[in-house]
């Protein structure tokens, strides 16, 4: 059974959002609502959902607003989005068309209709690989880790960059692109060299790439993965960093923070460790410890 996806309906009418929630719930969905624009992008960056049901009128900054500080935020700029509105002139329907939603749906709407909607852009969005590394993306790797279940022998890797978030706001989007295509191609050069004609690598989340591989191969294949990531991560930094060991950083000369190096983090699953109940609990083991 594949992993739910999380749906966040933003909708200040609290008899709509309570309808919405209560069907999409019944269809398997997990559901979290907010009443307010601020409250949308405050939950969108805590917890980002797979797909966001956006209401433009809302009661402190309209949807239109919530959509475009949506895609300045490389945090959700790629969160699928579809407009809900009353909004039924042509020049809203490209205003939001234009702020890169994937759909956008008149009031009154047909609910059967709507659940249409968001499967199909959830399939859309689920199906592309990552836009940056070109790996496959969090719909068919959480597909694979499901098939997975229904195995005897196999084993996973989970690699973890710590510091990213870091890395991108002191460096930019640019250099943390950078990053990610120079660890992908890293790790399938390693799994090309070391592993199984049949495994996998994907790319799930910003910062998290899986391996799927068997049990004979898992061990080599961490272990050359923590090692070879673990010299390349201090290459990333300007050189007057990599002869500090550390990144100096702050406006204030007085106020200054040393700031750690980026750094790999591994998690290791096999069938032998199980069973595992579902998907998620294959995902909780492979959180490596201390991530959070």
């Known amino acids: 059974m594949n992993t739910k996806h999380t749906l966040l309906i933003v909708e200040d009418d609290s008899d709509t959002a309570e309808m919405l929630r209560v069907y999409f719930e019944a269809q398997g969905y997990r559901v979290t609502t907010a009443a307010s624009g601020g409250e949308a992008l405050e939950k969108s960056r805590q917890h980002p959902p797979d797909l966001i049901l956006l209401d433009v009128r809302l009661p402190d900054i309209d949807g239109f607003e919530v959509g475009k500080r949506l895609q300045d935020d490389l945090r959700t700029s790629r969160l699928p989005v579809i407009f809900v509105t009353e909004r039924r002139e042509r020049d809203d329907r490209i205003t939001g068309l234009k702020l890169g939603a994937v759909d956008y749906i008149t009031k009154p709407f047909d609910v059967q209709e709507l659940r249409l909607r968001v499967r199909n852009a959830l399939r859309r969005a689920g199906s592309q690989n990552n836009a940056v590394t ?30 990213l978030d870091t890395f991108n706001e002191i460096y930019g989007f640019v250099a943390r692109d950078d990053v990610l295509r120079a660890v992908a191609l890293i790790l399938t050069s390693i799994v090309d060299e070391l592993g199984s004609i049949d495994d996998f690598v994907g790319h799930p989340s910003e910062a998290q790439f899986v391996i799927i591989t068997i049990p004979t191969k898992v061990d080599d294949l961490a272990r050359n993965i923590k090692e070879r990531l673990g010299q390349a991560m201090a290459y990333f930094y300007p050189i007057h960093d ?45 959180t490596p410890a201390g991530s959070g």
Do not use: C
């Open 134 to 163: 070109g790996l496959p993306g969090k719909k068919i790797a959480d597909d694979r880790l499901s098939l997975l279940l229904e195995k005897d022998e196999w084993a996973v890797v989970s690699v973890s960059i710590t510091q």
């Open 242 to 286: 990599r002869e500090a060991g550390f990144v100096t950083w702050g406006s204030d000369p007085t106020r200054r923070i040393k700031i750690p190096f980026m750094s790999v983090a591994t998690a290791m699953a096999r069938s032998s460790d199980g069973p595992f109940a579902d998907v998620q609990a294959l995902q909780q083991a492979l």
